[in-house]
């Protein structure tokens, strides 16, 4: 376990994650705006340190030693009540179920590793935000519809497509008029986000509905939409995908 001195006027951030190469620990350590609190991969420790300390922020692996991150963030509710820091999930695990365990747990944000730390600071600093309390609540909502229907048409999660997929759909709900300008707007703006290109983004889309349809899951989509769209002889484009998810998230507000 370390602990740093706490940097007056500086966003305090607690680390549960490995100590040696750590980008993101590099990142805090280096930046005017963030100050490195405290360290541990033990999640015993973790679980000691973050009442005492009371960062802003606790950047957190799921697979910590000792306990995991799901039971250091259940133990910390119990313990801090209204001083729980903001707690982003930054992790090597990318199925659906851990996305919603920490959703519905209080969590912030996931992020699925590589993460750039430069784009963890940026939703940092989107979290401190005003009325950023509200947003957190409409993004844990959506993003969980959004798995379920994934779930349930049979995209998985582990695979690349799903997660541009699920970008796609929250902008389109943001801004409904992108769903006209998707390979001039859409693709390039995902292929930004993930730091890929819009090709990529394009052909791991198409390939996560080819596994959903292969499947037999897509046919799915006429039961949570309530009207024959599709048969077992066709599959959406994505763009047909994103609108018809995004439209359904719109219409149940």
Known sequence: MEKTNLNKGKIRVYVADKVDDNPIVTHIRKSEKFSLVG??????????????????????????TGIDGFVVLEQL???MNDEMPKIIFV????????????????ASYFMV??????????????????????????NKQLD???????????????????QFL??????AVEKPEIIGSITKQLYPTIAERFETSSSK??????HAIEVA?????????????GLKIYNSNEKPTNGELIALIADKMIMEG
């Open 77 to 79: 509710k119990e313990k």
């Open 166 to 171: 699920r970008e796609a759909v929250k902008l």
């Open 201 to 206: 983004v394009e052909r791991g889309m198409r």
């Open 213 to 225: 349809w292969n499947r037999g899951k897509i046919e799915n989509i006429n039961t949570l939409f």
């Open 39 to 64: 360290l541990s991969q033990n999640g015993e420790d973790v679980l000691k340190d973050v009442p005492l300390l009371k960062p802003d922020f606790l950047i957190m692996e799921v697979m910590l």
């Open 91 to 106: 992790t090597n695990l990318s199925h659906s179920g851990f996305v919603t365990k920490a959703i519905n747990e209080g």
């Open 113 to 138: 590793k590589p993460v750039k730390p430069e784009i963890l600071e940026e939703r940092m600093i989107d979290l401190l935000q005003p009325s950023v309390g509200t947003t957190i609540k409409v």
């Open 144 to 162: 969980e519809k959004i798995s379920n229907i994934f779930i349930s048409i049979g995209i998985p999660a582990h695979i690349k497509g799903y």
